[in-house]
């Protein structure tokens, strides 16, 4: 079954830091692979998403993942990160089989000042 | 426009009420979702409706009614519902069906208090 994985439940950096949030798939074939942000109390706003193609893709905000199918991986990356980037993070898949989107655990950034 | 609006923004029912949560999308989707959410955990999927037929129904207490009136609308009903019912009701739209490489675009929610 597929599945996704989202070692790190909470994750605190300095502002203007460099971040890297994780996230690990299960799934035999090329997956669909996206990273959804949501502030509090808020819904969820896509930040990007893999397909095909290039291994790095960029998003909006300045963030971007790498796609690595040797490590299972689509780890999301931001070079300096802002007090505004504190939230949760999704990782998610979406299942061939069903069409659903199969969700991480998530991940909280708290940023410091 | 990609934007999905839900109204209302805030709801507080008891036990025997009867409310309807409504999800509006323009962007001329076809699939239309329905999550609930508990804090710090990751949305849960309720049903699916692709084309305005529910596709999906995660085996949802019948207090919970889905309704599709049109491509661009679609209601949640809620009727004697239970306080563990509590939680964000988030509401997301797809393009072209309940298909793995369709991005869901998602309303803000409606943060439901059952007392």
């Known amino acids: 079954a597929q599945s996704v994985t989202q070692p790190d439940i909470h994750i605190t950096v300095s502002e203007g830091a460099s971040l890297e949030l994780r996230c690990n798939y299960s799934y035999g074939a090329t997956p669909y692979l996206f990273w959804y942000v949501q502030s509090p109390g808020q819904g969820l706003q896509l930040l990007l998403k893999y397909f095909s193609g290039d291994t790095l893709v960029q998003g909006i905000k300045g963030f971007e993942a790498e796609f690595k199918r040797s490590q299972s991986s689509f780890n999301l990356r931001k070079p300096s990160v802002h007090w505004s980037d504190a939230a949760e993070y999704f990782c998610?898949?979406?299942?061939?089989?069903?069409?659903?989107?199969?969700f991480g655990q998530g991940t909280t950034l708290q940023v410091k000042p | 426009d990609t934007e999905v609006t839900q109204t209302p923004k805030h709801l507080v029912m008891g036990m025997t009420n009867k409310k309807s949560l409504k999800c509006e999308q323009h962007m001329g989707h076809r699939a239309m979702y329905w999550y609930k959410q508990k804090a710090k955990k990751p949305p849960e999927l309720m049903f699916v409706?692709?084309?305005?037929?529910?596709?999906i129904n995660e085996s949802v207490p019948s207090r919970f009614s889905p309704e599709c009136p049109n491509s661009s609308l679609l209601n949640l009903h809620l009727h004697a519902l239970q306080p563990e019912d509590s939680a964000l009701y988030l509401c997301a739209s797809s393009q072209d069906g309940a298909l793995a490489r369709e991005t869901q675009y998602f309303g803000p929610g409606t943060r439901l208090l059952v007392l």
């Open positions: 409706y692709s084309y305005e037929k529910l596709s």
């Open positions: 998610a898949v979406g299942s061939s089989n069903t069409g659903k989107l199969i």
